[in-house]
């Protein structure tokens, strides 16, 4: 699974992007504390309360609530920079520059889908070439990004290094080849001024390009506009058509009808979306090759590129592919945004991404929003992050864009996370142990063996055990069964045969090899089988608006992860509450209790004594609703709440002397869990006061006795001697 999510979320605009990068420095004027990712990370959280994601469409929506301090942060185009100094003074200013990518993609069909309408002239390689050449870079570069922005010429951001072929062929801006391919390939210009079609000698039927709304993604929209000014001064016919997201995924994915697009993705660490986009194998209704390329030997060549043993062969093949990409023309790229993203100056705990050679953070690390909290309060914040577009769905299984993702990330965990320093080091999260080898079954095939060791004592958010069934579940179910789009990935495909020899461990046997066998495991996402079993739907079902079978207010979507999904309002909001039975709690976020009332000592005919504690939460909030229990000299007392977070209860009886323990155990509910908490304390026990006074005076008449005796001894003895 986690090779598609490499190649996962389609990025919705660079103003909703929560990637950082480089800190645009105050002036000297300006005094601030520390920005808010000066900040020792921590493995466990998560430090919030909730984090609620707020729905705003329009871009000046999302400027007006930040100022007003509605949100915590905002993407913003460079002409707002000022704005926002002047308006919120005490924001930081971050620029980032990831491995997002901007493209025109075609849809390269010789027919549309499923109505069959003739697709011309799109699948006209010429065509296409034209296209590529029309496209000022600078201009999207410097006019509709405002200079933050780098012109790219292939689908592969410069990130990606030594993975770009040096050969592979790229399209400069030039009208004049771009003029000259149409006129060689017979779109010659009528009388009217316009493009030909060389089949009928008709005007050329009129293209169109899909776009997100201009309020919602102002840049791209902006360069939308320029490529329909670049069309017509070519003598073509070109529209644009304003969708919003869940209605592009359904133009592009689900149904092959539309011409081309203009959007952003959001890529992985390693280029596998080569793979997904432009292979034979994914050109189908729902899959991710929505441009329609079909090509042997960049099937060859990516197939190569993938199953390839180690990362220096794959690097080879990926040259092969990505040099006869760049000769079919399926895409256009245009540019690697550098978003400007805003945060409320009173964040604190940011973790950032790191990579080697790479002096800019390529965002935030997934730890980011277990550590995120505001001055001063450590914990207890409900974090207000906003989406810039409407959610299409909430299921794990088929989600595609990354707002949808953002949600989703904080719900399921997977089995291991980069590290912020390096991003190529893993750390470890579900999967305590990854193991792989490969080994010789027959002779001249080579197969690879994998075993996951979970951590102990995992537990989905509704209580039920998390075990390696689960893992079983999810590969040959979401994954070999329902072929979803999330779970249906070559490792998946791959998969003959999984052992489950425990609940903490699962095995799995793939054919053949590949360097992202061991990617994909690291990055696997179990799905509860309890939960997802009982969908009617697969593919379609939205867990995220189904409730819980058992538990009331859990929805479906249940997951081992840090946050809980509390509320969903399509088109309003989304709410994600910490979850108490996170197996990585900060060991700070629970109760506090404290003895108010308790003796260090007592006489054993004292009882009964009074005891009292306070129980408080993380936030040193007294707690009133607890349970509050305790033991001592082997018997069971309740606590009753007095007041403020107080609790009594008396011990009746004691032992006649020596030391007493008293446990106390403090649990609060909470909607879907509790916390809870223990103490004790050892008291000293000295015999009864009435027992005590009659060994006093006991002890009293014996030294009495022994001295009248004495005496009268001393007496007879003077006697004696005057006798």
């Given at each position: 699974?986690?090779?598609?999510?490499?190649?996962?979320?389609?990025?919705?605009?660079?103003?909703?992007?929560?990637?950082?990068?480089?800190?645009?420095?105050?002036?000297?004027?300006?005094?601030?504390?520390?920005?808010?990712?000066?900040?020792?990370?921590?493995?466990?959280?998560?430090?919030?309360?909730?984090?609620?994601?707020?729905?705003?469409?329009?871009?000046?929506?999302?400027?007006?609530?930040?100022?007003?301090?509605?949100?915590?942060?905002?993407?913003?185009?460079?002409?707002?920079?000022?704005?926002?100094?002047?308006?919120?003074?005490?924001?930081?200013?971050?620029?980032?520059?990831?491995?997002?990518?901007?493209?025109?993609?075609?849809?390269?069909?010789?027919?549309?889908?499923?109505?069959?309408?003739?697709?011309?002239?799109?699948?006209?390689?010429?065509?296409?070439?034209?296209?590529?050449?029309?496209?000022?870079?600078?201009?999207?570069?410097?006019?509709?990004?405002?200079?933050?922005?780098?012109?790219?010429?292939?689908?592969?951001?410069?990130?990606?290094?030594?993975?770009?072929?040096?050969?592979?062929r790229t399209y400069e801006y030039n009208m004049d080849k771009a003029k000259k391919l149409l006129d060689d390939a017979g779109f010659k210009v009528?009388?009217?001024?316009?493009?030909?079609?060389?089949?009928?000698?008709?005007?050329?039927?009129?293209?169109?390009?899909?776009?997100?709304?201009?309020?919602?993604?102002?840049?791209?929209?902006?360069?939308?506009?320029?490529?329909?000014?670049?069309?017509?001064?070519?003598?073509?016919?070109?529209?644009?058509?304003?969708?919003?997201?869940?209605?592009?995924?359904?133009?592009?994915?689900?149904?092959?009808?539309?011409?081309?697009?203009?959007?952003?993705?959001?890529?992985?660490?390693?280029?596998?979306?080569?793979?997904?986009?432009?292979?034979?194998?994914?050109?189908?209704?729902?899959?991710?090759?929505?441009?329609?390329?079909?090509?042997?030997?960049?099937?060859?060549?990516?197939?190569?590129?993938?199953?390839?043993?180690?990362?220096?062969?794959?690097?080879?093949?990926?040259?092969?592919?990505?040099?006869?990409?760049?000769?079919?023309?399926?895409?256009?790229?245009?540019?690697?945004?550098?978003?400007?993203?805003?945060?409320?100056?009173?964040?604190?705990?940011?973790?950032?991404?790191?990579?080697?050679?790479?002096?800019?953070?390529?965002?935030?690390?997934?730890?980011?929003?277990?550590?995120?909290?505001?001055?001063?309060?450590?914990?207890?914040?409900?974090?207000?992050?906003?989406?810039?577009?409407?959610?299409?769905?909430?299921?794990?299984?088929?989600?595609?864009?990354?707002?949808?993702?953002?949600?989703?990330?904080?719900?399921?965990?997977?089995?291991?996370?980069?590290?912020?320093?390096?991003?190529?080091?893993?750390?470890?999260?579900?999967?305590?142990?990854?193991?792989?080898?490969?080994?010789?079954?027959?002779?001249?095939?080579?197969?690879?063996?994998?075993?996951?060791?979970?951590?102990?004592?995992?537990?989905?958010?509704?209580?039920?055990?998390?075990?390696?069934?689960?893992?079983?579940?999810?590969?040959?179910?979401?994954?070999?069964?329902?072929?979803?789009?999330?779970?249906?990935?070559?490792?998946?495909?791959?998969?003959?045969?999984?052992?489950?020899?425990?609940?903490?461990?699962?095995?799995?046997?793939?054919?053949?090899?590949?360097?992202?066998?061991?990617?994909?495991?690291?990055?696997?996402?179990?799905?509860?089988?309890?939960?997802?079993?009982?969908?009617?739907?697969?593919?379609?079902?939205?867990?995220?608006?189904?409730?819980?079978?058992?538990?009331?207010?859990?929805?479906?979507?249940?997951?081992?992860?840090?946050?809980?999904?509390?509320?969903?309002?399509?088109?309003?909001?989304?709410?994600?509450?910490?979850?108490?039975?996170?197996?990585?709690?900060?060991?700070?976020?629970?109760?506090?209790?404290?003895?108010?009332?308790?003796?260090?000592?007592?006489?054993?005919?004292?009882?009964?004594?009074?005891?009292?504690?306070?129980?408080?939460?993380?936030?040193?909030?007294?707690?009133?609703?607890?349970?509050?229990?305790?033991?001592?000299?082997?018997?069971?007392?309740?606590?009753?709440?007095?007041?403020?977070?107080?609790?009594?209860?008396?011990?009746?009886?004691?032992?006649?002397?020596?030391?007493?323990s008293v446990s106390v155990k403090a649990e609060q509910p909470l909607p879907f869990a509790h916390l809870s908490k223990t103490t004790s304390a050892?008291?000293?026990?000295?015999?009864?006061?009435?027992?005590?006074?009659?060994?006093?005076?006991?002890?009293?008449?014996?030294?009495?006795?022994?001295?009248?005796?004495?005496?009268?001894?001393?007496?007879?003895?003077?006697?004696?001697?005057?006798?």
């Amino acid at each position: 699974m986690n090779v598609k999510v490499l190649c996962a979320a389609l990025v919705l605009v660079v103003s909703t992007s929560l990637l950082l990068g480089a800190f645009v420095a105050p002036s000297r004027a300006q005094a601030k504390p520390a920005p808010p990712w000066d900040w020792k990370w921590e493995p466990y959280g998560p430090r919030p309360d909730a984090i609620i994601y707020k729905i705003i469409l329009a871009y000046e929506s999302r400027l007006v609530a930040f100022e007003a301090d509605e949100i915590d942060w905002v993407g913003i185009m460079p002409d707002h920079v000022d704005r926002i100094k002047k308006n919120r003074p005490d924001a930081f200013l971050l620029e980032t520059m990831g491995r997002v990518i901007d493209a025109l993609q075609f849809n390269i069909r010789d027919k549309k889908e499923p109505s069959g309408a003739d697709n011309y002239p799109m699948n006209v390689l010429e065509f296409r070439k034209a296209l590529a050449h029309m496209i000022d870079r600078d201009y999207a570069a410097f006019e509709a990004y405002k200079g933050y922005a780098v012109p790219a010429f292939t689908p592969m951001p410069g990130l990606y290094g030594d993975w770009i072929s040096p050969k592979a062929r790229t399209y400069e801006y030039n009208m004049d080849k771009a003029k000259k391919l149409l006129d060689d390939a017979g779109f010659k210009v009528g009388n009217d001024g316009w493009r030909l079609d060389p089949r009928t000698n008709s005007t050329l039927r009129e293209l169109e390009v899909l776009v997100l709304p201009e309020a919602t993604s102002p840049q791209r929209f902006m360069v939308a506009k320029h490529l329909v000014f670049q069309a017509e001064k070519l003598g073509i016919r070109m529209r644009i058509r304003t969708v919003d997201a869940p209605t592009l995924d359904r133009l592009v994915t689900e149904a092959h009808e539309h011409d081309m697009y203009y959007w952003g993705w959001s890529l992985g660490v390693y280029p596998t979306h080569l793979y997904y986009f432009f292979r034979s194998e994914e050109e189908k209704l729902g899959g991710w090759n929505e441009c329609g390329v079909r090509n042997a030997d960049l099937d060859d060549y990516l197939m190569k590129f993938y199953f390839a043993p180690t990362v220096e062969e794959a690097k080879a093949h990926c040259h092969k592919a990505l040099e006869l990409v760049q000769e079919i023309v399926p895409w256009v790229p245009t540019t690697v945004p550098i978003a400007i993203t805003a945060f409320n100056g009173k964040l604190r705990g940011m973790v950032l991404q790191k990579a080697p050679g790479v002096d800019t953070p390529l965002g935030r690390n997934w730890l980011d929003e277990l550590n995120v909290h505001v001055s001063p309060l450590p914990f207890g914040y409900t974090y207000r992050s906003v989406i810039g577009v409407q959610l299409g769905t909430l299921n794990p299984m088929t989600y595609l864009w990354s707002a949808e993702a953002d949600i989703i990330d904080d719900i399921y965990e997977v089995d291991t996370i980069g590290s912020p320093e390096d991003q190529y080091v893993r750390l470890p999260r579900l999967a305590e142990k990854i193991e792989v080898s490969t080994s010789e079954d027959k002779p001249g095939t080579r197969n690879t063996k994998i075993t996951i060791t979970l951590r102990k004592g995992l537990a989905w958010q509704d209580g039920e055990p998390l075990s390696s069934k689960d893992y079983n579940f999810t590969i040959w179910y979401p994954g070999k069964e329902w072929k979803t789009r999330r779970f249906y990935s070559e490792f998946e495909k791959k998969i003959y045969k999984t052992e489950t020899p425990n609940p903490q461990a699962i095995i799995v046997y793939l054919e053949g090899t590949s360097f992202l066998y061991q990617v994909a495991a690291e990055g696997y996402r179990p799905l509860p089988e309890h939960i997802y079993s009982k969908l009617k739907d697969p593919k379609k079902d939205d867990p995220g608006k189904l409730p819980h079978p058992n538990v009331k207010g859990l929805t479906m979507l249940v997951g081992q992860g840090p946050y809980i999904l509390k509320e969903y309002v399509p088109g309003t909001h989304a709410v994600n509450s910490w979850n108490p039975l996170y197996y990585m709690r900060h060991p700070e976020k629970g109760l506090a209790l404290s003895f108010t009332k308790i003796p260090t000592s007592a006489f054993a005919d004292d009882a009964p004594i009074d005891v009292e504690l306070k129980v408080a939460d993380y936030l040193n909030r007294p707690v009133t609703n607890a349970t509050v229990s305790a033991t001592a000299d082997g018997k069971a007392y309740t606590a009753t709440h007095v007041k403020d977070g107080i609790y009594r209860f008396s011990i009746a009886e004691l032992p006649m002397m020596g030391t007493m323990s008293v446990s106390v155990k403090a649990e609060q509910p909470l909607p879907f869990a509790h916390l809870s908490k223990t103490t004790s304390a050892t008291l000293t026990i000295y015999l009864a006061k009435w027992v005590v006074a009659a060994i006093v005076i006991t002890i009293v008449a014996l030294v009495g006795a022994v001295f009248r005796f004495r005496k009268k001894r001393e007496t007879a003895t003077k006697v004696a001697a005057l006798a």
